[in-house]
């Protein structure tokens, strides 16, 4: 695995162009996430329309590394205007991919996520890619919860 | 200070050097501020202990256990002197880390015992109104175990700050420390930012107090002579795994009357002196601190890395180290974007913390790892470090007696190709 081909063009992209970046309202619910092992964070608010079906705001702020700021921003732009459900099995979808260990063939449906896949192969990186992923998962769990 | 050895001419004895990484790239270990590699004379030590003299040491009165007794004994003397202590004034525990948690623990032993009626030495005792000094520049293991010393006992921790360049803020000890401060302790060489730290004004300062100064040596035994009796600290700690011994043991050394004085924590087999139903009474230091079959192949590996220390020459192996650590600091310093987290009047002993700008530091870090570079990325367990430098993390680079003037020169080009891929 070389350094492009784990950095691949659209990872870079969102690191240098984040999307959603910038804590908005309102929001339904919202969840802080400390990788604790380089001390990386982000928060993630999430708003739900009025049945609480459909996610229509991911918001987020945080620092941290290439991986985790782009994983976070194609998360945004994936789920945003897309089902709790569909975002629910998306976030299986990545999950599975990451703890692959690069041997996982990445599900399509993942769209620019698939980029991810060579991370994968990097252990200790993992937690990078998953961090905005499982504080979306968190507040999303938190705002579906409250209702 | 002429080196009369070169790191090329004793690569050889780490055979771990000459490996290759996933990348195709060759090994450059720049990363011996977490751990150092092990010389094939530790790694025949250690071995060598096992096939011919392993058993239980202070037990048993086998030959075997005789020999185990003797290995494990020359081996304590053999790590006193290396720091210039004497074998009654140095314990052996689990890790640095477990040496800073026993003193700790220690005084927290002494204040409940104190509180029940036991007559305890009042350096030990702690309550509200008393105080414990740190620096904000500080490892977690010299950091956590003052916190949770402080909830436990009532005394509040204060700490020496750090400025955002990286200088610690030494002329607050003046403000800080008063005559109910009972514990100093700090580092002597800053495992992020690199220099060394007045360690005798932190000394000077809990003498005027009647204070006990605790030096956390890890990152100066390793690159230094060290002559822990004439720093100035009461007690000190270092661990072997980062100056070229095993993984696995620690020491704790003390001055003879401070060791006396203080309270054991564990306790069990092989510390006491007499044990009835009711009660127990303890051998002197060190054996009162060490309960328990000892790390008996760690010791006898880490003597033959404080007999490798020696034959090398501490003088020159700091000359050699710190010349690395310039070179890098100095270079790092002079490229795009680069800045170079260190106190300003502090030069490195061996470790070199930077951030460049716009790059995060893991991101740096995958980029050398691609070029077969070692470095440590994060927070290096003092993370309120980080904070008052004012950055998320930083990219270390540290230096052992093995690494040499080219493997700076492939960090440099590395660093360099790494801030050309992300910005």
């Not at chain 1, 964070?41 to 999430?46: A, N, Y």
């Not at chain 2, 007690?235 to 095993?246: D, E, I, N, R």
């Not at chain 2, 790892?369 to 070692?374: E, L, N, R, V, Y």
Request: include cysteine.
């Amino acid at each position: 695995m070389s350094i492009e081909g784990m950095y691949q063009e659209v990872i870079l992209d969102h690191h240098r162009n984040p999307v959603g970046k910038g804590l908005r309202e309102p929001f339904a619910a919202q969840a802080h996430h400390i990788n604790t092992s380089c001390g990386d964070e982000l928060t993630v608010r999430v708003a739900l329309d009025a049945a609480g079906e459909s996610i229509t705001d991911i918001s987020w702020d945080g620092q941290g590394c290439a991986i985790s700021m782009a994983s976070m921003s194609i998360l945004a732009e994936s789920a945003t205007a897309g089902s709790v459900a569909a975002e629910r099995e998306l976030h299986a979808k990545f999950l599975e991919l990451m703890h692959g260990r690069g041997e996982v063939s990445a599900d399509p449906a993942l769209g620019e996520a698939v980029a991810f896949g060579g991370v994968a192969q990097f252990p200790a990186r993992v937690k990078c890619a998953l961090l905005g992923w499982m504080a979306a998962a968190d507040a999303l769990d938190q705002a579906t919860s409250q209702r | 200070m002429t080196v009369a050895w070169t790191a090329q001419g004793i690569r050889e004895d780490f055979p771990i050097l000459g490996r290759t990484m996933r990348s195709g790239a060759p090994l450059v270990y720049l990363d011996s501020a977490a751990t150092s590699q092990k010389p094939l004379q530790v790694l025949h030590a250690e071995r060598d202990f096992y096939e011919r003299h392993n058993a239980a040491a202070h037990r048993g009165s086998h030959q075997l256990a005789e020999e185990a007794t003797e290995a494990f004994e020359v081996a304590r003397s053999t790590i006193a002197a290396f720091v210039g202590a004497a074998a009654s004034q140095t314990v052996f525990t689990r890790s640095a880390t477990d040496s800073l948690n026993m003193v700790a623990h220690a005084f927290a032993a002494a204040t409940m015992l104190h509180a029940r009626g036991r007559e305890q030495d009042s350096r030990f005792v702690l309550g509200e109104g008393d105080s414990i000094v740190v620096t904000e520049a500080e490892h977690h293991a010299n950091l956590v175990p003052w916190q949770e010393l402080a909830a436990k006992t009532g005394a509040e921790l204060r700490w020496v700050g750090v400025d955002p360049d990286g200088r610690i803020r030494t002329e607050d000890l003046a403000s800080l420390v008063d005559a109910r401060t009972k514990v100093i302790s700090c580092a002597h060489v800053s495992n992020v930012l690199g220099g060394t730290l007045d360690i005798a004004a932190f000394a000077a300062a809990a003498r005027a107090v009647g204070a006990l100064f605790i030096l956390d040596a890890c990152q100066s035994v390793p690159h230094l002579p060290v002559r822990l009796p004439d720093t100035g600290a009461d007690l000190a700690v270092f661990s072997a795994h980062k100056m070229l011994g095993p993984t696995g043991l620690g020491v704790l050394w003390g001055r003879d009357e401070v060791l006396a004085a203080m309270p054991v924590v564990d306790t069990g087999g092989s510390m006491i002196s007499h044990v009835t139903m009711q009660e127990s009474t303890y051998l002197p230091a060190p054996a009162k601190f060490e309960p328990g079959v000892p790390s008996m192949a760690q010791a006898v590996g880490t003597a033959a890395a404080a007999d490798y220390l020696t034959s090398l020459g501490m003088p020159s192996v700091h000359a050699h180290v710190s010349a690395l650590a310039a070179r890098a600091a100095d270079a790092l310093a002079q490229l795009p974007g680069v800045r170079v987290q260190a106190a300003p009047d502090a030069p490195p002993v061996s470790a070199v913390s930077f951030t460049v700008d716009g790059v995060h530091p893991h991101d740096i870090g995958q980029v050398l790892d691609d070029d077969g570079i070692a470095v440590r990325v994060g927070h290096h367990c003092a993370w309120p470090l980080m904070r008052a430098l004012g950055v998320p993390a930083t990219v270390r680079a540290s230096f052992s007696v093995y690494n040499t003037e080219s493997e700076v020169d492939a960090l440099l080009v590395s660093v360099e190709r790494a801030r050309r891929f992300f910005t």
